[in-house]
């Protein structure tokens, strides 16, 4: 047995020679439950589901059918929708029925915040998820120089949690869909802070009061989330929380997210920073990317995360050096030009390596390499096989002739 220690830490992790040689490069998943929202399925061993809400307004019908068609078209699973008043709820029925007649039954989530057992009970009728915060579903007033709750004020509080969440919970069991008990770090219920502190432990313990009263009524379609604008808290508070559904014997799915990660380049290093740390642990059954941008922007994003980890193949997996003094073509330049005429295609691993020390190497799992080994000239690989050398102007038409000889290729539409 080896014992691999970490640097300036009392902890080691020791990893046996069985432990490496049985690691197959895939992600071991957490097991869930699996739990329908119309046509998806999240959970269950499924592959990660991709989700993101639009911007319209929900009273704007024909916007919003637009909005939500956008981002299924670009491969957005799931479309979420706000729904702040009674009115938006019911304009719900209209933008699903011209979704059916105009394109297609996208599976839609309603969002439902303050005042929401009346909106909860009319858009439950409308859409396949409806998402509640626990921390905003029922409003508690704040009392001027409190220092504490007592148990009596907590538990008559739960109870009036209960009252108003009952209706929606045996809405929606008896019509077979689902709802997600969606808790913010930035907007715990007042008892929660007070009881817990501003920790991912309050954050944890508001989830499970809305999973015990669901659970009460024999309602199991449940997905949870934890999200946080703190990379760090929110990775706190998703780990939490498998723990202790592990103790409660709970297996319900969990939607990742990084809330307000912002935009640009660091939003989507934000978002990735999350998100892809608990899916490497195997922790996440479906996702949205939260950008201060178009929703549009979130999807690529999303997809790539999936991608890199291996859980989804959507797109190319281009593996490429760095480039050193050792390159022999402007590798930059050939990876545009090689992306740029295949980047439609799907499932395929393709390399792009500057030089033959260490091209061979560590393109091996790739399907096609594309390798300068000689002035000049190109070489083309199918796996490990060397297939054909080139002139350097004719690479990327060969490969794409290569490609096209193993019947792996589609004109782009």
């Not at 992600?27 to 911007?55: A, E, F, K, L, Y």
């Not at 997600?180 to 954050?203: C, K, Q, W």
């Not at 290093?269 to 608990?278: N, P, R, V």
Request: contains cysteine.
């Amino acid at each position: 047995m080896q014992t691999l220690s970490t640097p300036h830490s009392d902890r080691s992790a020791r990893v046996t020679d069985a432990a490496i040689d049985q690691f197959d490069g895939t992600i071991r998943r957490r097991r869930t439950r699996s739990v329908c929202v119309g046509d998806v399925t999240i959970g269950g061993g499924n592959p990660v589901v991709v989700q993101s809400m639009i911007n319209e307004d929900t009273l704007d019908i024909d916007g919003s059918v637009a909005a939500i068609r956008r981002l299924h078209e670009i491969g957005c699973e799931i479309v979420r929708v706000t729904v702040p008043s009674l009115a938006h709820a019911k304009a719900l029925a209209a933008i699903r029925e011209k979704l059916i007649a105009t394109y297609s039954p996208v599976p839609l989530v309603a969002d439902v915040h303050h005042n929401g057992m009346k909106i909860a009970l009319e858009v439950a009728k409308h859409v396949d998820k409806v998402r509640i915060n626990p921390g905003l579903y029922l409003f508690e007033k704040p009392k001027s120089g409190r220092e504490e709750y007592t148990s009596a004020e907590f538990e008559d509080i739960g109870a009036q949690i209960r009252s108003t969440l009952e209706p929606l919970i045996v809405a929606l069991r008896d019509r077979g869909k689902a709802m997600r008990i969606g808790v913010n770090h930035g907007s715990l219920a007042e008892r929660m802070l007070f009881t817990y502190g501003d920790t991912p432990e309050g954050m944890v313990e508001s989830a499970l009061e809305f999973i015990r009263i669901c659970e009460s009524l024999d309602y199991h379609n449940l997905v949870i989330s934890l999200k946080a604008s703190r990379v760090p808290v929110m990775l706190a508070a998703y780990r939490l929380m498998v723990k202790r559904m592990d103790e409660l014997g709970m297996d319900y799915p969990l939607h990742l997210g990084v809330t307000e990660a912002g935009d640009g380049e660091y939003g989507r290093i934000k978002s990735t920073a999350g998100i892809a740390t608990l899916l490497a642990e195997g922790i996440g059954d479906t996702l949205r990317v939260s950008l201060t941008e178009a929703p549009e922007k979130e999807i690529p994003v999303c997809y790539g995360i999936l991608q890199a980890l291996g859980l989804r193949k959507t797109m190319v997996e281009y593996v490429a050096c760095p480039s050193c003094g050792r390159t022999l073509f402007n590798l930059e330049e050939v990876l545009h030009q090689v992306r740029s005429a295949t980047q439609h295609l799907t499932g395929l691993d393709i390399a792009v390596m500057g030089c033959i020390v260490n091209g061979p190497g560590e393109m091996a799992d790739a399907d096609y390499g594309y390798v300068g080994k000689q002035p000049g000239y190109i070489s083309l690989y199918r796996g490990k096989e060397e297939i054909l050398k080139v002139p350097e102007a004719q690479g990327v038409e060969a490969l794409i002739e290569l490609i096209k000889s193993d019947g792996r290729w589609h004109d782009p539409e």
